[in-house]
Nanobody, 122 residues
């Protein structure tokens, strides 16, 4: 079965950190790009970061640069999103997705996980 499973979300105080994980199965992990996206009710899904498992190319949305690091571990078929200096406006459901292009645009991804809630609040 082709699937992506996210984990690591939760409640964190402003200024805190979280590491999200995205574990893939059912397809060739090394051939795809993996992106992290987030969505809040009433807003469009937006890209946060992405990485190519082929050549390691990464890209970040401007609003997370310097606070977020994406990395990939092919031995575990897992991509991580390390988020630091979290702000209340980072509160959202975070999704990972697999696609053939390294981009933060959601329309280029066709395998999606179920999402994990991140809440930044004191």
């Amino acid at each position: 079965e082709v699937q992506l499973v996210e984990s690591g979300g939760g409640l964190v105080q402003p200024g805190g950190s979280l590491r999200l994980s995205c574990t893939a199965s059912g397809f060739t992990f090394d051939d795809v790009a993996i992106g992290w996206f987030r969505q809040v009710p009433g807003k469009e899904r937006e890209g946060v970061a992405c990485i190519s498992n082929t050549d390691g190319t990464v890209d970040y949305a401007h609003f997370v640069k310097g606070r977020v690091t994406i990395s990939s571990d092919s031995t575990r078929n897992t991509v991580y999103l390390q988020m630091n200096s979290l702000k209340p406006e980072d509160t959202a459901v975070y999704y990972c997705a697999a696609g053939s292009r390294v981009t933060t645009s959601p329309r280029f991804y066709d395998i999606w996980g179920q999402g994990t809630q991140v809440t930044v609040s004191s």
